[in-house]
């Protein structure tokens, strides 16, 4: 049995043995026509600083803090990497107004962020570049009531690099709808975070055995250095 990653160690054996018995967890691979898409990197998703989760989520109620913080390194060097070989980058921005939010507000902590308006920039560390794509959401999805689907379909993307926040809620529910699109979904595991370990792993784990492959950033960046510009 191949060893575990980092986060996968956080799985029980006894369930990634049931899995891999089963048959999961089959590797899809990589398409030809990659994009990149950074997932809710606004100053709300992580505070203003990076400090412990509780202490942040004191200020910004949806934070995860210190956890977040980490990924941003790792993300502008995959941006990098994708700039460089000329992958088109697509950031999503989620903005939800009272009038709008549905059920969905009955579910998520009532209390305001104290950025304020900020709280829903992207992070001075990622901004976007020039022509660079920004959607802006009321759901977790990428994909739900956004036109996505039709940017994708432009750059004839078959590949979608995924990043961003959090793994248990708008990574996950996008990998699913990439999925069901029939698109090969990556899922870079040092970009992408949630507000503990336990939980990141455990939606890595449900991500990699059943609608997306799980890979290192290094991995990406190969894939990314085989592509014609």
């Avoid at 398409?31 to 203003?48: E, I, T």
């Amino acid at each position: 049995m191949a060893t575990a990653r980092k986060w996968e160690e956080l799985i029980p054996q006894e369930v990634r043995g049931i899995y891999g018995k089963a048959g999961f967890g089959r590797r899809l691979g990589f398409g030809r026509h990659p994009a990149v898409l950074v997932v809710d990197m606004q100053y709300n998703q992580l505070g203003d600083k990076s400090e412990p989760v509780l202490d942040s989520i004191e200020r910004h109620p949806l934070s995860a803090g210190e956890l977040g913080w980490v990924t941003i390194e790792p993300i502008r060097e995959l941006l990098d990497a994708a700039r460089q070989q000329q992958v088109p980058v697509i950031f999503t921005v989620i903005e939800r107004e009272p009038f709008d939010d549905g059920i969905w507000k009955n579910k998520t902590p009532a209390a305001p962020s104290l950025l304020g308006p900020r709280g829903s920039e992207i992070v001075d560390e990622l901004a976007p570049r020039k022509k660079e794509i920004v959607i802006r959401k009321k759901r977790s999805s990428a994909f739900f009531g956004t036109s996505l689907v039709s940017y994708l379909h432009a750059f004839q993307v078959d590949t979608l690099i995924i990043s961003g926040c959090t793994t248990g809620s708008c990574v996950r529910s996008t990998v699913l709808d990439a999925s069901q699109y029939n698109l090969f979904p990556i899922v870079v595991e040092e970009c992408v975070f949630d507000r503990s370990l336990v939980m990141n792993a455990f939606n890595l784990f449900e991500m990699d055995v059943k609608w997306a492959d799980v890979v290192a950033l290094d991995e990406v960046k190969a894939y990314f250095r085989t592509l014609s510009r």
